[in-house]
Nanobody, 123 residues
Framework: QVQLVESGGGLVQPGGSLRLSCAAS????????MGWYRQAPGKQRELVAV???????NYADSVKGRFTISRDNAKNTVYLQMNSLKPEDTAVYYC?????????????????WGQGTQVTVSS
């Protein structure tokens, strides 16, 4: 119904920057929220940042002032600009989308997840 394609992960040195992108496609009626979660080895998945349809944003305390989330509504794409990266930012980053999509039983609202992209911060 809705597919999420992520890009932009990789290896970066501490203090460096990366930009993640996530494009949503499919039988989308409307998108309520898009964002990013991350999961480090041995830890639970946690919210990094989210942007809702009205443009409001929410960030984890650990990334405030360093990460910026933005969205291109025309492209159904969300971006995460990550600056001043730290080793503790190392994780698999998952794109998240809450959207209403056309289904065989009519429009329904679901949460959708991307496959994840690895971000490694190391010297």
């Amino acid at each position: 119904q809705v597919q999420l394609v992520e890009s932009g992960g990789g290896l970066v040195q501490p203090g460096g920057s990366l930009r993640l992108s996530c494009a949503a496609s499919g039988s989308i009626v409307s998108i309520n929220a898009m964002g990013w979660y991350r999961q480090a080895p041995g830890k639970q998945r946690e919210l990094v940042a989210v942007i809702i349809s009205g443009g409001s944003t929410n960030y984890a305390d650990s990334v405030k002032g360093r990460f910026t989330i933005s969205r291109d509504n025309a492209k159904n794409t969300v971006y995460l600009q990550m600056n001043s990266l730290k080793p503790e930012d190392t994780a698999v980053y998952y794109c998240y989308c809450n959207a209403q999509a056309v289904t065989y039983v009519g429009p329904r609202t679901y949460d959708y997840w991307g496959q994840g992209t690895q971000v490694t911060v190391s010297s």
